[in-house]
């Protein structure tokens, strides 16, 4: 501290305070020491200042190119900005995209607020919408880096990678493995080192991203792992990848498990030797192997311990081998299994799941369906297998099954069905589209007259993706209107916002055919 306002401040002396400057001289000692402290501070405030050098002036950045690419319709661009701020927020992906699908980018006055976005998933979308103006904007402030390239975007992933919190580092690894797969692998094993188990075990879900035999190396070493969630994590990906070491393993173990005996040709041979069977036979004891490969010793799922083994092992099998192999197809095959032997229907449809094999999605929904009400079944699990199937069932075959489903307007299949509409691409067919709207006005014509609709969770729980999935050319025909005598206050609430979504999209498809 300089001394002058050291003894200013204790007032010691006051009288005769000095700065050691050419200010002393302008100020009188007759003052009374107060105003002498007073004064003699402004003019060496004001000496000091005039002392400084200006900094040199900011060089200026390089204007912006001119974006090639036309600004989004005022209308549009005012939906994307409310999305932005919440209001209609599940309407972004599509806006994002017809602006993409239209070679539109967003207007100038709208950046700040694009690039202001922290979520990745909406940074995804904005990305290819952002424009020439738009990375020039993010390359002027840090915050905004993520927008400037990917090859920017790739630095500050890598930065949180070894930076960040766990949560934010397996993001920032998802995101690495998604551009760049190998990429992601060789940062994996820098981090590999450093990181607890439970951290391990979390890490390699990132690997679901761009999964591939060239982690199969990898993923085998962990299987020797000290900690067992790290083994299991490693297994769990190893048994999508059927041509892998533990997906050879695997398939030998299957093969000695499920077991197919087919009827006898001609008639005296089928008397003799009885119908076709497929039966399960799960294996004797939980090896050491077996738990190395990732599977789990207690039983679940209302399974005994050893049906659980095996419906884990053939879960790491892709179903097509077994049509293959007995030269039958997946109805076929299941219609030789008993009920009795859900184990193998269970392990059936996990493989399904695990190598994405729709064909088998569509047989295994209708068995488990078919034996749903069985007292040997748990019918929550039968329900719950009938919606993940839905996951890869093929389109075509979905939307097949979802018009069943509304034909049938049964109350077991509402969850069923609303999982069914929320796993179809978007937009939906028009057929499937006019169907379920049609059936929607039938079912509120039927509230205005009886005043109650005892199905009306039918349409609750999927009256949301109705108005996302509705093609464009029935938006016009999708208003309904509900009686001000129906005093339904949360049933009204769902149908307005069900006509707020509609109504954007419409503006949506009207501003940017």
């Known amino acids: 501290m300089h001394p002058f306002v050291r003894r200013a401040l204790i007032g010691a002396d006051s009288s005769a305070a000095e700065t050691g400057t050419p200010v002393d001289a302008l100020v009188s000692r007759e003052e009374a020491p107060p105003w002498r402290i007073l004064l003699l501070a402004g003019a060496w405030g004001a000496w000091r200042k005039a002392g400084f050098t200006p900094l040199p002036p900011a060089a200026s950045p390089v204007p912006a190119l001119d974006d090639p690419s036309p600004a989004l319709p005022p209308g549009v661009a005012r939906l994307i900005e409310e999305a932005l701020a919440g209001q209609g927020a599940e309407l972004l992906p599509e806006l994002c995209q017809r602006a993409r699908d239209r070679g539109r980018v967003l207007p100038p006055a709208l950046l700040p607020l694009a690039l202001s976005v922290t979520e990745p998933e909406r940074r995804a979308l904005l990305t290819p919408i952002l424009g020439e103006r738009g990375r020039w904007l993010a390359a002027q402030d840090p915050s905004f880096a993520w927008g400037r390239s990917q090859d920017a975007d790739l630095e500050e992933l890598r930065r949180r990678l070894f930076e960040e919190a766990t949560d934010t580092r397996l993001h920032a690894l998802r995101a690495i493995r998604r551009h760049d797969p190998a990429m992601g692998l060789s940062l994996l094993k820098d981090l590999w080192p450093q990181e607890t188990a439970d951290h391990r075990a979390r890490l390699i879900a990132a690997l679901d991203e761009g999964l591939s035999m060239a982690d199969e190396p990898f993923l085998e070493l962990c299987l020797d792992d000290r900690a067992p969630q790290v083994g299991r994590a490693a297994a769990q990906r190893l048994w999508r990848m059927p041509h892998s070491r533990l997906g050879m393993r695997m398939r030998g173990r299957a093969e000695d498990l499920l077991r197919y005996k087919p009827a006898g040709q001609g008639r005296i041979a089928r008397l003799l ?93 209708r068995w488990w369906r078919q034996h749903e009400h069985h007292p040997a079944l748990s019918r929550g699990r ?132």
């Not at 996302?468 to 938006?475: F, I």
């Not at 005093?487 to 009207?510: K, N, P, S, Y």
């Open 382 to 513: 039968a329900a719950h297998w009938r919606e993940e199937l839905l996951r890869v069932m093929p389109p075509a075959e979905l939307e097949a099954l979802i018009v069943e489903l509304i034909q049938a307007h049964a109350a077991q299949d509402t969850n069923v069905l609303a999982a069914a509409l929320a796993a179809t691409p978007r937009p939906w067919s028009e057929r499937l589209g006019r169907l379920w709207l049609m059936s929607l006005k039938e079912s509120l014509t039927e509230l205005e007259t009886r005043r109650e609709l005892p199905g009306l969770l039918w349409w609750e729980l999927h009256l949301h993706d109705a108005a996302l999935g509705l093609p464009a050319s029935l938006l016009p025909e999708a208003e309904v209107r509900l009686s001000d005598r129906f005093v339904g206050r949360r049933w009204r609430l769902m149908l307005i916002q069900f006509q707020d979504t509609i109504r954007r999209r419409r503006a949506l498809h009207q501003e940017l055919p």
């Open 273 to 365: 030797s009885g119908a076709a069977t497929l039966r399960l036979v799960p294996p004797d004891e939980h090896s050491r192997a077996l738990s190395r490969d990732g599977v789990s010793e207690p039983g679940e799922l209302g399974l005994g311990p050893q049906a659980w083994w095996a419906a884990q092992i053939l879960a790491c099998v892709p179903p097509s081998r077994w049509t293959q192999r007995h030269n039958l197809s997946a109805e076929g095959l299941l219609s030789l299994l008993k009920p009795e032997d859900f184990a193998a229907a269970e392990g059936l449809s996990r493989a399904a799941l695990n190598h994405q094999e729709g064909s088998w999605a569509l047989p295994l929904w």
